[in-house]
């Protein structure tokens, strides 16, 4: 496990108390909290405390540092204080959420508390063997099912090459098998045999697999740029264990040298309708204005309809539901091609960032909130 990993982990290891002596929780997490706070120890208390004290002191010298960072005023500074003191909420995740109000936070998950929450309700998410962590396994988890992914041309796994398809003179994708945000993503050109993929695959000194690169859906190209723009559709199982679509966000380029769709390496985030896939206003996922049309290709993006949504939703539920039904809570990566939508990765942890930011509104309103507070009362 690399260190970045590990400190990941271990960071996790001891989930923080959201208060000093009382938890401050936005109310559909409240119960969760409370029980929280009525298992601790005496030791695990005073030590809560300490950490509570030690991150009100912390959040006047964390506000100055956002401030700078977005280019803030000092009234939004000292909003932003009165705010995280009193909610107990990084003033960063104020800043990102264009939270304005204290009340606001009523429906927002944390971004700190996200992680022991998952690892609560998902804890399959949080083992070596997790299918989702894995996009080798993944993979061979749909194609085993007959789900719409990606062929798996090659694998490098602990320096042995193995070509399993005809490269057929396609052009490829090298993706690290546990890799995350487009990181050691590489494009390869047309290739033409088993021999000549092979030898292009003696430098990759990482595990990873081989893909054929995915076209984009014709009435998607205007907004793709470089980049395969992809939908993070997130399904929780519900009150009677059945998946359910709770959450999805819509990622693409915002340059056109990036060869990536995420946030992390400057695309644009846009929430999307569950009802009919349609696309609201796009934004930069740390800090800049909003868009209503792409800033680099000028095509519209608010209003439009993402094609065959009913069938991606379909898709997600079919792969919850059929083939990964020991994850709670799953968020899928779904591309949609000339072909229909096909899926490119699950991710057991998919964050509460982007999809709060992109929709501007937090994920405790509707049945996420309610679905999250149902799974922590039965796992309690």
């Not at 690892?119 to 998410?125: A, E, S, V, Y």
């Not at 990622?251 to 929430?271: H, Q, S």
């Not at 942890?349 to 501007?360: F, I, N, S, T, Y």
């Amino acid at each position: 496990m690399a260190g970045y990993d590990r400190l990941y982990y271990l960071r996790k290891a001891w989930p923080l108390f959201p208060g000093i002596l009382r938890p401050i929780a936005a109310p559909f997490l409240a119960p969760h909290y409370e029980s929280r706070r009525a298992g601790r120890g005496p030791l695990r208390a005073a030590i809560d405390a300490v950490i509570g004290l030690g991150f009100h002191l912390w959040i006047p010298l964390r506000a100055a540092k956002v401030q700078r960072r977005f280019g803030f005023d000092d009234a939004w500074r000292d909003r932003a204080i009165a705010i995280a003191r009193a909610r107990f909420v990084d003033p960063n995740d104020i800043a990102l959420f264009r939270i304005e109000r204290p009340e606001d936070l009523d429906r927002y998950v944390r971004r700190f508390e996200d992680a022991a929450i998952n690892k609560r309700i998902n804890p399959l998410g949080w083992t070596a063997g997790c299918a989702l962590a894995d996009k080798r396994r993944f993979a061979e988890r749909c194609r085993a099912a007959g789900l719409p992914c990606p062929e798996t041309v090659a694998t490098v796994i602990d320096g042995t090459i193995a070509v399993l398809a005809d490269p057929a003179d396609r052009p490829l994708v090298v993706k690290p098998t546990h890799g995350e945000g487009g990181d050691g993503l590489r494009l390869l050109g047309p290739i033409a045999d088993a021999q000549a993929l092979a030898a292009r695959l003696r430098d990759v000194a990482q595990d990873c697999l081989v893909q054929p690169l995915v076209v984009v859906h014709p009435a998607l190209a205007d907004i793709a740029l470089g980049a395969l723009p992809t939908v993070r559709i997130v399904t929780m199982l519900d009150e009677a264990g059945m998946p359910e679509l709770v959450s999805a966000t819509f990622r693409c380029a915002a340059d056109p040298c990036a060869r990536v769709d995420n946030m992390k390496a400057g695309g644009l985030i846009v929430p999307v309708t569950l009802e009919d896939g349609r696309l609201g206003r796009a934004c930069f996922g740390y800090g800049g204005v909003d868009h209503d049309i792409h800033p680099a290709s000028g095509a519209q993006i608010a209003g439009r309809a993402l094609p065959d949504w009913a069938g991606a939703a379909a898709l997600v539920t079919r792969a919850h539901a059929g083939v990964f039904a020991d994850y709670v809570l799953i968020g899928w990566d779904v591309a949609f091609t000339a072909d229909g939508p096909i899926l490119i990765e699950g991710n057991g942890k998919p964050g509460v960032l982007m999809p709060q930011r992109a929709a501007r509104r937090g994920l405790g309103e509707g049945r996420y909130g309610a679905l999250l507070a149902h799974h922590l009362a039965t796992k309690s």
